[in-house]
């Protein structure tokens, strides 16, 4: 096969969408008004875009009034809001629990250390091999101290869907309040804020279709976050600082296409999918998949394949013109493998042959075919040359 060009590290983030530019462009050129400048027409038009693209992102995920979704500058700033924000409440009642698992992205993570740090008493959930939180040891983790639980919608790694709904069903009724980091899952899986009991919920744009440095939280009315960013009390004092207009726009209408979309886009996405890791774990011996076997995100695939080095396969799919990704070592700076493939119980040797391939709207079967014959003739030639590869 010749040589292609293929895209196939949507996780990490995706192309914006020509419509999503083409809704940009004015707020990049003559629509440039100020939305706070609210005496003439250039800053009206201004905040009318960003009250449009509210409306647009909240009904997404069914929130019950667009006010209550706040722009923000990405997914990790949404993320921090939650946790630091919520637990630094008047509405967190000076309880000093915040549950979360050890799946989590680091924005999560991280925020939740420093919390610790300061005080707070922090829960890490584990998970099962298929990467799923138990909803039996989340109940008996909640209880009158917990202020907050958070847990992603789906893990960016193995692309685990959690079951939300059940989990902010148990965090009512036992009290706590309940966020979800659905940077992953947002416009890609139907998500209802109402029926899922969901307080506050995290999203970004640029897996979405929209650009990168943009974001969004959904907070339940009612609930009052202590600002992060302190300021001129733009997003209705949640989030200060003159709004990023052009890329809101392109958030409002990237939510808006993938909801019209999500059905068609999803099964087009799932079929791919499963073809490729068919085609993989067929011609590709001593191969698991990891993650939940059908639970999962549509596009996501992740493996972990014997006696090959996660980096090496993303360098030499690379070569070939494949972008993908993987949780092994020696890609990030630390010595550990990945801390989700540790958690759903992979040893270090398997978690270093893990790879990523999370698809999307624009791949074709041809790209499956193209990534499933490469793979294998980058792991067979890689296997010859090792001396731990036994048959
Ligand atoms: C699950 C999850 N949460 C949060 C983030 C951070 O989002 P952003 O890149 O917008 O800061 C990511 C990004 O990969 C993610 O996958």
New binding site residues.
């Given amino acids: 096969m010749d040589k292609r060009f293929v895209y196939t590290d949507n996780?990490?983030?995706t192309p914006v969408a020509p419509e999503v530019l083409n809704k940009m462009l004015p707020y990049l050129t003559s629509e440039y008004g100020n939305p706070s400048a609210s005496f003439y027409g250039l800053g009206q038009r201004a905040h009318a875009a960003i009250e449009e693209a509210r409306k647009q992102v909240a009904a997404v995920m069914n929130a019950p009034f667009a006010k209550d979704v706040f722009f923000t500058g990405?997914?990790?700033?949404?993320?921090n809001m939650a946790l630091r924000g919520f637990m630094h409440s008047k509405t967190a009642k000076g309880k000093k629990k915040l549950i979360t698992s050890t799946i989590?992205?680091h924005?999560?993570l991280h925020t939740a250390q420093a919390l610790e740090n300061e005080g707070f008493k922090v829960v890490y959930l584990p998970v099962d091999n298929t990467g799923t939180v138990d909803l039996e040891t989340l109940e008996r983790a909640i209880d009158e101290d917990t202020a907050l639980v958070s847990i992603?919608t789906?893990?960016?790694e193995v692309g685990t869907i959690e079951p939300i709904a059940e989990i902010g069903r148990i965090c009512h009724d036992k009290g706590a309040y309940f966020h979800t980091?659905a940077?992953?899952a947002f416009g890609h899986i139907p998500i209802d804020v109402q029926a899922m009991n969901i307080d506050m919920l995290?999203l970004?744009?640029?897996?979405i279709n929209a650009p990168?440095?943009v974001?969004a939280i959904y907070i339940r009315s009612g609930i009052m976050l202590e600002p992060v960013i302190t300021g001129g009390g733009q997003e209705r004092n949640r989030r200060s600082g003159t709004e990023n207009v052009a890329s809101i726009v392109g958030l409002g209408e990237a939510a808006r296409l993938k909801a019209l979309n999500m059905e068609k886009e999803s099964e087009y996405v799932r079929g791919l999918a499963k073809s490729l890791r068919d085609k993989i774990l067929a011609k590709i011996p001593q191969t698991i998949l990891t993650g939940h076997p059908e639970n999962r995100l549509p596009g996501n695939s992740s493996f972990a394949i014997a006696a090959i080095e996660g980096e090496t396969m993303v360098m030499d799919l690379n070569l070939n013109g494949i972008c993908a990704a993987t949780g092994s070592a020696c890609s990030t700076a630390s010595l550990d493998p990945s801390h989700v493939l540790l958690a759903i119980g992979l040893s270090h040797e398997t978690a270093h042959g893990s790879l990523r391939v999370t698809l999307d709207v624009q791949n074709t079967p041809e790209d499956v075919d193209y990534i499933a014959e490469k793979l294998s003739e980058i792991v067979a030639r890689r296997r010859a040359m090792s001396p731990v590869w036994k048959e």
């Avoid at 990405?74 to 993320?79: I, L, P, Q, Y």
């Avoid at 970004?204 to 897996?207: I, L, M």
């Fill in positions: 996780a990490a983030t990405s997914g990790t700033e949404a993320d989590e992205h924005a999560i992603m789906a893990n960016n980091d940077v992953q995290s970004s744009g640029h897996k990168k440095g974001g």
